[in-house]
C-alpha cells in the first residue's frame, strides 16, 4: 500500500549558483493540488476579487475593465492540499479611496504587503547524484520589494553563519545536502513594511538505497506440499522500493500466480505449496521508486526434505494489511492477503458493512485487493477469507479515509476606520475536522482583551493603527495545513469629494435627493447650508442618515446652490450642488389600443411636450424590453422630429403583439407612455395529444385548447402517420367535422396492428395553424386480415413445376403477428383444393412439383392470407400453367460460311414447335484440335437464327454447334459441323505512293501488294480521303494500284491506301496530306508530282515544271 505522503516535486539540482549551467534531476513526483506556480494555482487566483490595493489604484476617470484587471493585487491563500476553488467575495467591511494625489499615484508607488507567487514544495533529492546542491523556490510580489528568511523545523536559517546554504533573492541553495542535517520542514518568510507573512510548509526527504549484507544466507529445506516464506531484509532505503524476486539467475524472475506471492509491503516471497520445480536458489531484488536504483540480496537455497511429502493442512495466512490502515482521499489502497496451504488455498474478499467499491479490482491471483481514487464512503472493515478443502480462515481490518483541509471561506484584504471593529471568519473542511490558528506578520495571534479567536474567527474591537498589517489563517489537521492570507490596513484621511460642483435639475412635484459622500476616515461630521443660509430640517426637507438631503415634492422656490460641508480632525472640504427645478414633461401614445392582423402594418405615434430648455431622447419598449429593430428583418422604423417618435410596423408577425412603451428622458425626468398591439391571426398549435382508448380501427383523441390568437377556433383536422405511411395524413374522424369547440375525437378507419402518432392541427377565419406535438407512438389491436394477394400468375420453372406467384400484402395490412399466405390449387376439371401453407410474410412465390402431370397443365389457382387471429379472404381464381420443361430437340439445317479470316456466319432452322419451345439460342465454336469446353459461347437475344462469329483466328478449322435454351434450362446441341476462316490479310501495306496534283486533281499510284503463302490474294484496293480534323472518311474501291481523286475546294485531306483480300483488309500505307486552296484553282500550266519514299511519312519533294497542261 503506498505512504501517505503528500505529493511531492522535483527539487532542481545546479552545478553553480545563478547564471551558471544546470543539470535536471530525476523527476519523483508532482503534486497537481499544490498552488505554487501550478497552472492551477494560476487559473485559481485569476478568479479572486479585487484587493484593496487594486481599489486604491483605480483612477477617478478609469472606465475600462482591463485597467482594473492589471492592477490587481492577489492574495496567495496556499497551503498543502488547496485546489482551485470558488473564492470568497470581497470583504464584507466596507473600504474607501484615498484622496485624488493618491489616486495619481504610479503603482510602483502603493504600497502593499507581501504575496506568494511561488512557495517551496515537496520534495526527494536524490543521494545519488555526485553534485549534492538542492534549490528551494520562493518568490512573493509586495511594494516595497519583499526581503526574505527561511526556517528548518521552525528555526531561522543564518544563510551567513553557515557557509552551506546561499540565498539569491527568496531562493534558498544548500551546498553539500546530507540527510542527518538537512531533513525537515521548510517555510520561507517574505516581508516588507507593510508585513510578513509565512509560506505553507515543505517537507524535504532524501532519496538512496543502501546494500544487502554480504553474509550467506543459509539454505531453507522443505517438504513437498509444505508452504515457506523466503525473507528478504530490505537494506536501509528511502523512499518506497519495490520488491521482486531472482530464481537462479537473471533475468529468470518469479512469476506470481494463485500458488506464489510477493508481498510490497514486507519484500518476502510467499509460497503455499512447494513442488519440486521450486527448488533452486533465490534472490530479493529491490529497486528504488526515485533513483531507480537496484541492489541484489544474496541467494536463499531452497532444497526439499528426503522425509516424505507433507500432506494436507488447513490454510494459514502469513501476509495481510495492517490492522489500521489509513489513507489520503484520492489515492489508490491495495491491501494483501495470502495464505499458505494445501490444497492452494483460494483467497476471497468481503467488505463487512456494504458492498466492496465496484471501481475496485483484484490483483495478483486475489491477493490483492485493489482501490483506486479512494473516498469517504470507502471506508470500513474489510475482511480476507483463505480456504481449501481442509478448512479456511480469515483475517480482518479497518481502512480509515482522511482528508486534508480544504478552504470553504477565506479572508480578504480590508481596510477600516480607525476605532471600528474587525471581523474575519475562514473555514475548512478535512476528516479529521480541522483547527485554526492565526498569524499576525509571521508571529502567532493570542487573545486579548480586544482580540477574540473562536473556531476560524477572529475579531479586533476598538482598531487602532498598530493592528495594521499581515494576517494569515492556518487551517490544519494532522495530516496538513493551508494559509490564507489578508492585509488590513487602518485608514486616517481628510474628507474629500471626488467631483465638484454638482449641477443637479428635477421637475417640480418631485422628489429631490441631495447626496453628500466623502471619501474621509474617520467619518466626517456634515452640515448643510443653501445660499449661505443654514438648512434647517422640516416636514418636506430632511436630512438622511447617510447625510443625503431629500426634498419632498420639490417646486420652483427649491432652486438654488446647496453646499453639504464635510470636516473631520484631519480637514474638511465642501461639495455644491446647483438644484434646478423645470416643468414636468407630458407624453402622449396614440392608439392606446390597436387590433391587427397578421400581414397588416399600424403606426404608433408618441407625442411629447417638454421644457424648450432642455432635449428630449426617446426610447422605444416592447415587453419593457429595448425594441432592438436591426434585430426584427425590417418590420419596424422609427419617425422621429424634435418632439415626436413615431413607430412603423410593417408586415405585422404574431410575435409582435404586446405592450409597447415610448420612453421620453431629459435631463430632469424620464416618462413612459404605453400602448397594447392586439394582433389576429392563425391558431396556435394545440396542447399535446393524448391516446385514451385504442382498438383494433379505432382511437380515442383529447388535446388542450392552444390560443386562438384573436379570431376564434372554427375546426380542428386530426391527422395521423405510421411507419409505412407517406408523412402525416388526415384521418377520417366521428364527429366529422370536429368544431372549434370540442378537445376530443375519435379517429375511424384505421388499419389493425399499425403503429400510429397522433396531432391536431387548429384552423380559425385567418388560416390554419401549426400542428400540436405528436402523440406517444400507439399500436392498433390486432384483427383477422382483410386484403388478399394481388396480382397472382404463374409459369416458368423446371419440367413437372407448377410456379405460383402473387405481390405480398404489405405490413399495413397485416393486421396481426402470424402472417402468412395460403396457397390453394387444383387441376382443371377437379373438385378438391390442395392448400399449402407459406409462414413467411415477405414470400411472393411457391413451387409444387409432381411427375405426373403432363407441360403446360392448367391449374386453378387462389391465394389466401392468414395470422394469430384468423384466415382471411383469398384471391380471385386465376389459370396458371404448369413448366412447360427445356427445349426437347436441336436446331436443324446448321450452316457456316466463312467471311474473312476473323468471322464466320452461322445459319440455323428452329426445333419442331412442341412443349418446351426455345426462347434463344447457344452457339458453341471450338479449335478442331481442341475440346468443346475450351472454345467459346455466344447467346443470340432473341429467336433471330442467324449469327456472326467474331475474333476468330485466319486460316484455321472450327466446329461449331446450336443448342436452344429458355429459362428451365438448355436443350441438346447440334451435331458439330467444320468451317474454316479465310487466309490472313495481306500484312504488307501498299508502298512507293507517288502523286500528281494540278489543282484539285490528285493522280495517286502505288506499288501492287504481293500477298505471302499463308495470306489470301490480293483481289482490289481501298483507297480511303478523309478531311483533317473529321472523323468522316470517303471510301473508293479500285482494283488497280493507281486512282484520280478530285479534291473539294479549301482544306487539307488525309489519304491512304489498303490492299482487299477474302481474308479482309491489309495493313494500311503511309498517309499522304494534300492541300488545297479554297475558291482558287491552280494555274494552267502548274503540275506538282510528289513520291513518298518509303518508310517516310510525311517527306514530300515539291517539283515545279512549267509544261502545257494536260488532261489526266
Excluded at 528568511?149 to 521552525?154: A, E, H, R
Excluded at 518469479?254 to 509460497?271: C, H, K, M, P, W
Excluded at 438631503?549 to 470636516?567: K, Q
Aim: hydrophobic share 35%.
Amino acid at each position: 500500500m503506498g505512504s501517505p505522503w503528500k505529493p511531492l516535486l522535483l527539487l532542481s539540482v545546479i552545478s553553480g549558483l545563478a547564471g551558471a549551467s544546470t543539470h535536471s534531476a530525476d523527476v519523483l513526483r508532482s503534486s497537481s493540488t499544490l498552488a505554487g506556480s501550478s497552472p492551477d494555482f494560476a487559473r485559481a487566483v485569476a478568479g479572486r476579487p479585487v484587493s484593496y490595493a487594486a481599489v486604491l489604484r483605480m483612477k477617478a476617470d478609469s472606465s475600462s475593465s482591463s485597467s482594473l484587471n492589471s492592477r490587481m493585487r492577489l492574495r496567495n491563500n496556499h497551503g498543502v492540499g488547496s485546489s482551485s476553488q470558488d473564492w470568497p467575495p470581497f470583504s464584507r467591511h466596507r473600504y474607501l479611496a484615498l484622496s485624488s494625489q493618491e489616486d495619481y499615484r504610479s503603482e510602483e508607488s502603493e504600497e502593499f504587503g507581501p504575496v506568494f507567487i511561488q512557495e517551496p514544495d515537496d520534495a526527494i533529492f536524490s543521494l545519488d547524484l555526485d553534485d549534492k546542491k538542492v534549490i528551494m523556490n520562493c518568490e512573493a510580489r509586495g511594494n516595497p520589494v519583499p526581503t526574505y528568511s527561511w526556517l528548518i523545523n521552525g528555526t531561522v536559517v543564518d544563510a551567513e553563519a553557515d557557509f552551506r546554504y546561499s540565498l539569491i533573492d527568496g531562493t534558498l541553495i544548500i551546498h553539500n545536502a546530507s540527510e542527518a542535517i538537512d531533513y525537515g520542514r521548510y517555510q520561507c518568510r517574505a516581508e516588507n513594511s507593510i508585513g510578513t507573512v509565512l509560506s505553507r510548509d515543505s517537507l524535504l526527504q532524501f532519496a538512496y538505497l543502501g546494500a544487502f549484507s554480504g553474509r550467506a544466507r543459509g539454505a531453507v529445506s522443505v517438504r513437498e506440499g509444505q508452504g515457506v516464506v523466503l525473507m528478504c531484509a530490505p537494506p536501509p532505503h528511502s523512499p518506497e522500493i519495490i520488491y521482486s524476486w531472482v530464481f537462479n539467475e537473471l533475468p529468470s524472475f518469479v512469476a506470481e500466480d494463485s500458488r506464489r506471492f510477493i508481498s510490497q509491503e514486507t519484500g518476502n516471497l510467499y509460497i503455499s505449496k512447494v513442488q519440486p520445480l521450486d527448488v533452486g536458489s533465490y534472490v530479493c531484488q529491490v529497486k528504488n521508486t526515485v533513483t531507480n536504483a537496484r541492489v541484489l540480496s544474496p541467494p536463499t537455497p531452497l532444497t526439499l526434505k528426503t522425509d516424505g511429502v507433507m500432506g494436507e493442512y488447513e490454510p494459514k495466512i502469513e501476509a495481510h494489511f495492517p490492522q489500521t490502515v489509513l489513507a489520503a482521499k484520492g489515492i489508490t489502497v491495495r491491501l494483501e492477503c495470502f495464505a499458505l496451504g494445501n490444497p492452494v488455498p483460494t483467497i476471497t474478499w468481503r467488505k463487512m458493512s456494504g458492498n466492496i467499491p465496484k471501481k475496485a479490482r483484484l490483483r495478483k491471483s486475489q491477493a490483492v485487493l485493489e482501490i483506486p481514487n479512494i473516498q469517504l464512503e470507502d471506508s470500513g472493515s474489510y475482511e480476507c477469507k483463505a480456504e481449501n478443502t481442509r478448512g479456511g480462515t480469515a483475517f480482518r481490518g479497518h481502512l480509515q479515509v482522511y482528508t486534508l483541509p480544504q478552504w470553504i471561506s477565506m479572508i480578504n484584504d480590508t481596510q477600516l476606520d480607525s476605532g471600528e471593529q474587525l471581523h474575519w471568519e475562514c473555514r475548512a473542511t478535512g476528516k479529521p475536522r480541522p483547527t485554526y490558528r492565526w498569524l499576525r506578520n509571521g508571529e502567532p495571534l493570542n487573545s486579548q482583551s480586544r482580540v477574540e479567536m473562536v473556531n476560524g474567527e477572529l475579531i479586533i474591537h476598538r482598531l487602532q493603527q498598530a493592528d495594521s498589517g499581515m494576517y494569515q489563517c492556518i487551517a490544519e489537521n494532522k495530516y496538513g495545513a493551508i494559509y490564507s492570507s489578508a492585509e488590513l490596513k487602518i485608514l486616517a484621511s481628510a474628507p474629500m469629494f471626488s467631483t465638484n460642483p454638482i449641477r443637479l435639475i428635477a421637475t417640480v412635484g418631485k422628489d429631490v435627493s441631495l447626496e453628500c459622500r466623502p471619501r474621509a476616515s474617520p467619518k466626517p461630521r456634515i452640515s448643510w447650508r443653501k445660499n449661505d443660509r443654514r438648512v434647517q430640517p422640516s416636514r418636506r426637507i430632511m436630512l438622511l442618515r447617510n447625510n443625503t438631503l431629500r426634498i419632498i415634492n420639490s417646486s420652483r422656490s427649491d432652486e438654488g446652490s446647496y453646499v453639504c460641508r464635510a470636516e473631520n480632525q484631519f480637514g474638511s472640504a465642501e461639495l455644491t450642488t446647483v438644484l434646478l427645478v423645470k416643468e414636468p414633461m407630458r407624453v402622449e401614445l396614440s392608439p392606446i389600443r390597436v387590433e391587427v392582423t397578421v400581414g397588416e402594418s399600424v403606426v404608433l405615434s408618441c407625442k411629447v411636450t417638454h421644457d424648450p430648455s432642455l432635449d428630449v431622447s426617446f426610447l422605444w419598449l416592447l415587453n419593457n424590453q429595448p425594441l432592438n429593430t436591426q434585430q426584427e428583418g425590417g418590420h419596424f422604423e422609427y419617425i422621429q422630429t424634435s418632439s415626436t417618435a413615431d413607430l412603423m410596423i410593417r408586415s405585422i408577425l404574431l410575435k409582435h403583439a404586446g405592450k409597447y412603451g415610448c420612453r421620453a428622458q431629459t435631463s430632469a425626468d424620464s416618462v413612459l407612455a404605453e400602448a397594447e398591439l392586439l394582433v389576429r391571426g392563425p391558431p396556435g398549435p394545440p396542447g399535446v395529444v393524448i391516446v385514451e382508448e385504442i382498438t383494433d380501427t379505432t382511437a380515442t383523441l383529447s388535446w388542450s385548447h392552444g390560443v386562438d390568437n384573436h379570431s376564434p377556433i372554427t375546426t380542428y383536422n386530426v391527422q395521423a402517420r405510421s411507419p409505412v405511411s407517406l408523412g402525416w395524413q388526415t384521418v377520417k374522424t366521428d364527429p366529422e367535422p370536429v368544431t372549434g369547440n370540442m378537445e376530443s375525437a375519435m379517429a375511424v378507419e384505421l388499419n389493425p396492428w399499425v403503429e400510429y402518432e397522433f396531432r391536431v392541427v387548429a384552423t380559425n377565419g385567418i388560416g390554419t395553424g401549426d400542428p400540436s406535438t405528436p402523440s406517444r407512438a400507439v399500436r392498433t389491436k390486432e384483427a383477422v386480415p382483410s386484403v388478399a394477394p394481388a396480382n397472382v400468375r404463374g409459369g416458368n420453372g423446371r419440367r413437372h413445376e407448377l410456379v405460383i406467384s402473387w405481390e405480398p400484402v404489405s405490413e399495413e395490412f397485416q393486421n396481426g403477428e402470424g402472417f402468412g399466405y395460403i396457397v390453394a390449387f387444383r387441376a382443371n376439371g377437379t373438385r378438391g383444393w390442395k392448400e399449402k401453407m407459406v409462414t413467411s410474410a415477405d414470400s411472393t412465390t411457391y413451387k409444387y412439383r409432381d411427375e405426373t402431370f403432363p407441360p403446360l397443365t392448367p391449374f386453378e389457382v387462389r391465394v389466401g392470407v392468414y395470422n394469430n387471429k384468423g384466415d382471411g379472404p383469398f384471391s380471385d381464381v386465376v389459370t396458371v400453367f404448369s413448366a412447360e420443361g427445356e427445349p426437347r430437340e436441336p436446331p436443324s439445317e446448321v450452316q457456316a460460311f466463312a467471311i474473312s479470316s476473323s468471322e464466320i456466319k452461322v445459319m440455323w432452322k428452329p426445333p419442331n414447335p412442341g412443349p418446351g419451345r426455345p426462347q434463344g439460342y447457344e452457339v458453341s465454336s471450338w479449335k478442331d484440335m481442341e475440346q468443346e469446353e475450351m472454345g467459346k459461347k455466344k447467346r443470340t437475344t432473341g429467336n433471330e437464327t442467324t449469327m456472326l462469329l467474331t475474333g476468330l483466328d485466319g486460316n484455321t478449322q472450327y466446329l461449331i454447334s446450336v443448342k436452344g435454351f429458355n429459362t428451365v434450362g438448355q436443350g441438346p446441341a447440334s451435331s458439330p459441323i467444320k468451317i474454316s476462316t479465310k487466309k490472313n490479310a495481306p500484312s504488307l501495306p501498299p508502298g512507293n505512293l507517288m502523286w500528281i496534283q494540278e489543282g484539285n486533281n490528285v493522280s495517286l499510284s502505288w506499288d501492287p501488294v504481293k500477298a505471302r503463302d499463308n495470306e489470301s490474294e490480293v483481289i482490289g484496293y481501298k483507297v480511303l480521303l478523309r478531311q483533317e480534323g473529321r472523323g468522316h472518311s470517303q471510301v473508293m474501291r479500285t482494283q488497280n494500284s493507281a486512282v484520280v481523286l478530285t479534291l473539294p475546294e479549301g482544306g487539307t485531306y488525309i489519304i491512304e491506301v489498303r490492299a482487299v483480300s477474302e481474308g479482309g483488309e491489309g495493313a494500311a500505307s503511309a498517309q499522304v496530306r494534300v492541300l488545297t486552296s479554297s475558291g482558287v484553282r491552280a494555274k494552267s500550266g502548274q503540275l506538282s508530282v510528289h513520291n513518298l519514299p518509303p518508310g517516310l511519312a510525311w517527306t514530300a519533294l515539291f517539283l515545279s515544271l512549267m509544261v502545257p497542261s494536260f488532261p489526266l
